[in-house]
């Protein structure tokens, strides 16, 4: 239960989309790896333990693909300094977070300000300290 919340909180924390995706993969990797390990203690039952393999083996193909695609959204993201701590970062869509102190960063200049930093500031913040 523990494990599941921490990786939720994770998730679902304001942090840079191409990290966000990478964080995905790398549990996607994990979970493969836990999902065929589980299919060891069905070896009584060869289809379970197959069925287990497979979804195994799936998550770690997928999350494969998703590394591909990462690599190919990262080459079309905008590449950009950050404000807050002078990195270059690189951002997905007109809103995104800086990869390396998740500084809310907007190339739309009319999203500046208001709406978009009263909603991310609270858990900027509990990140920064
Ligand atoms: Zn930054």
């Not at 590449?79 to 977070?97: H, I, N, S, Y």
Request: aromatic fraction near 10%; include cysteine; charge should be positive.
């Amino acid at each position: 239960m523990a494990f599941v919340e921490r990786r939720d909180a994770v998730l679902l924390s304001f942090t840079s989309k191409i990290n966000k995706i990478r964080t995905f993969a790398l549990v996607l990797i994990f979970a493969g790896i836990i999902i065929m390990y589980l299919g060891l203690f069905f070896q009584a039952n060869p289809i379970v333990m197959t069925i287990f393999m497979l979804l195994g083996f799936l998550a770690i193909i997928a999350s494969t693909v998703i590394y591909f695609w990462i690599g190919m959204l990262s080459s079309k993201a905008v590449q950009v300094t950050c404000p807050e701590c002078e990195k270059p970062t690189k951002m997905l869509g007109r809103v995104d977070a800086c990869m390396h102190c998740n500084e809310a960063l907007t190339l739309d200049q009319s999203l500046e300000g208001k709406e978009f930093d009263q909603a991310y500031n609270s858990k900027k913040k509990s990140r920064k300290d």
